[in-house]
């Protein structure tokens, strides 16, 4: 048997899931096996990973999780709520791509470059991976809180339609498509036409008008960085592109930065390139990150409506570090941190 960790991907024929067996192949994650799960509906489809296919299996098939070590969810928040005490009661580490857990007490909200150190307290054997557009946020902004706490983050973000899985890609082809061949087209998944259009909100406003995806920035980032005092505002765009979000972001720290300083604490980041930029050609845009593992930083700034604000830009890949890459990076964190091993050959293998 080939050593390593037995491997479940769960929701493996979504935009992450897929996504994250790429990842997995990649960065040649240390797995004894790999196994893709995923609706009654796909049972049987064919999935390439690395040089290997898998076979689809119906995640209702799973009646012992503890056949695995470590499950990589990215199947919607209703079916992480059951499956994820599922697996983790067996002793399987549940890395969760939805947004079910990520406000839950015991349940880590990681980005490793940023509180890998939370990993150590993830004592119901769940952590969760934070909203795509909160991980590229917290990456560049890290950095400038460590130096100077951020009293105040303004956020807008403008998100690929992969944003939302597989339909969301499907609706932008098929919208663009039939405007091309001079069709009507009828929005399905969004509420108005997405092709050359850009909507102002992602999902319901609640009472205040905020919707889900903003409320996710707004608590997310302040769990993540350990610090409740900080005010975020946010508003969440949905723009037509397939792949890559983009965040327009105004920050206040307590004491001024200096914008050279700025640009040096962010490029020292791991994870992060400062793109800045004597030519405006420079600043990043979805299409420079779709694919890749970096978040870019460019367009840094002094905001002139206020003592000490910054002002910039963000890109990154939502699939990869907004998803299945933050997921992996999360699983080889805790393998260096001896939090995960093979439960069948015990902890030295790690070591
Ligand atoms: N897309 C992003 O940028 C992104 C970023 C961060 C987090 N997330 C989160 O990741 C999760 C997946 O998102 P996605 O964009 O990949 O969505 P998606 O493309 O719609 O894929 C959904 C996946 O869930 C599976 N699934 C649905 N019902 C199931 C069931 N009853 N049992 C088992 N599997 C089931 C689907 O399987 P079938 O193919 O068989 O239907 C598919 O594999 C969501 O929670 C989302 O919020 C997404």
Redesign the pocket.
């Known amino acids: 048997m080939k050593s390593g960790l037995r491997v479940a991907v ?8 897929r996504e994250m067996l790429q990842v997995l192949s990649d960065r040649h994650f240390p797995c004894a096996s790999v196994r893709a ?6 049972v049987g489809k064919l999935l390439d990973f690395g040089e290997d296919t898998l076979r689809v299996e ?3 098939s799973i009646s012992d999780p503890s056949v695995f070590d470590l499950a990589l969810f ?4 209703e ?2 709520l059951v499956w994820a005490p599922r697996f983790a009661r067996s002793g399987c580490i549940v890395i969760d ?3 079910a857990w990520r406000n839950h007490d015991k349940v880590p909200l990681v980005v490793p470059e940023v509180n890998a150190q939370d990993l150590d307290d993830a004592s119901l054997g769940v952590i969760a ?1 934070p ?2 557009s909160t991980i590229g946020l917290v990456q560049a902004i890290a950095p400038l809180h460590r130096n100077q706490p951020l009293r105040r983050v303004v956020v807008t973000t403008f998100q690929s339609v ?6 969301g890609i499907e609706e932008l082809d098929r919208q663009t498509r039939q405007l091309f061949n001079a069709q009507g087209t009828e929005p399905k998944v969004y509420p108005k036409r997405i092709a050359f259009n850009v909507l102002p909100l992602i999902g319901e406003p609640d009472v205040d008008g905020y919707t889900a995806e903003e409320r996710k920035l707004m608590t997310e980032t302040l769990k993540i960085l350990g610090d409740d005092q900080i005010q975020v505002i946010a508003t969440a765009t949905r723009v037509p592109v397939f792949v890559g979000h983009a965040l327009s972001v105004v920050v206040e720290p307590v004491k001024a930065i200096d914008v050279d300083d700025a640009r040096a604490l962010i490029a020292d980041h791991p994870g992060v390139l400062v793109t800045d930029a004597e030519s405006v050609m420079n600043a990043p845009t979805p299409e420079d990150i779709a694919g890749e593992d970096l978040t870019l930083v460019g367009r840094v700034r002094r905001d002139p409506s206020s003592e000490t604000g910054l002002a910039l830009w963000i890109v990154s890949d ?2 990869r570090k ?2 299945a890459l933050n997921a992996v990076q999360i699983a080889e964190t805790m393998i260096q941190r001896r939090l995960l091993a093979p439960k069948h050959k015990g902890r030295q293998e790690t070591q």
Not at 37 to 42: D, E, M, Y
Not at 162 to 167: E, F, Q
């Open positions: 769960v929701g493996a024929t979504g935009a992450v899931g799960f995923a609706s009654p509906n796909s119906s995640l209702e990215s199947c919607g928040s079916r992480s791509n939805s947004s991976v909203n795509c992969s944003g939302s899985g597989r339909k939502n699939l907004g998803a």
